[in-house]
């Protein structure tokens, strides 16, 4: 069992099959993996894709599998594992979280107040919130 974690958020995976510094899953559990399907055009997410070079094929797809992290390093993106590789995590690139940074939007997150009761910042769009953080480090 392999956990993914990735911007769309996390799963748990039997079907994923590690090979050194390769991640390897069946086309049809990317989607719910790292968000991204298998097309003829390439690897897409909503309407971008990403065309598969001919020359790189072997090293992206091999016996209905897709190697994500040859995808991760393929479009500049950072990715990590646990030292077990039990756990794996694919983020953004730089120009992703740019363009986030850019729009002044948050994400969307939930958390609980003092009682237990779970607020959801989606469900305040449209009104004016303010956002105090604080860390320790």
Same mark, same amino acid.
């Given at each position: ?10 799963? &748990?995976?039997?079907? +994923?099959?590690?090979?050194? !510094? %390769?991640? *390897?899953?069946?086309? #049809? ?46 479009? &500049?993106?950072?990715? +990590?594992?646990?030292?077990? !590789? %039990?756990? *794996?995590?694919?983020? #953004? ?45």
């Amino acid at each position: 069992m392999i956990t993914i974690i990735a911007e769309h958020g996390e799963g &748990e995976f039997t079907e +994923a099959t590690v090979d050194g !510094d %390769d991640l *390897w899953l069946p086309a #049809a559990a990317l989607p719910a993996a790292i968000g991204w399907t298998l097309k003829p055009e390439g690897l897409c997410r909503g309407t971008t894709c990403v065309p598969i070079p001919r020359d790189r094929a072997a090293a992206f797809l091999r016996d209905g599998q897709v190697n994500v992290t040859s995808f991760w390093r393929y479009t &500049e993106r950072p990715w +990590a594992r646990s030292a077990t !590789d %039990d756990i *794996w995590v694919f983020g #953004a690139n730089a120009r992703e979280r740019g363009d986030t940074l850019l729009s002044l939007e948050a994400p969307d997150f939930t958390l609980p107040d003092l009682a237990g009761q779970e607020h959801t910042l989606s469900d305040l769009r449209g009104s004016k919130v303010f956002l105090v953080t604080w860390a320790s480090w």
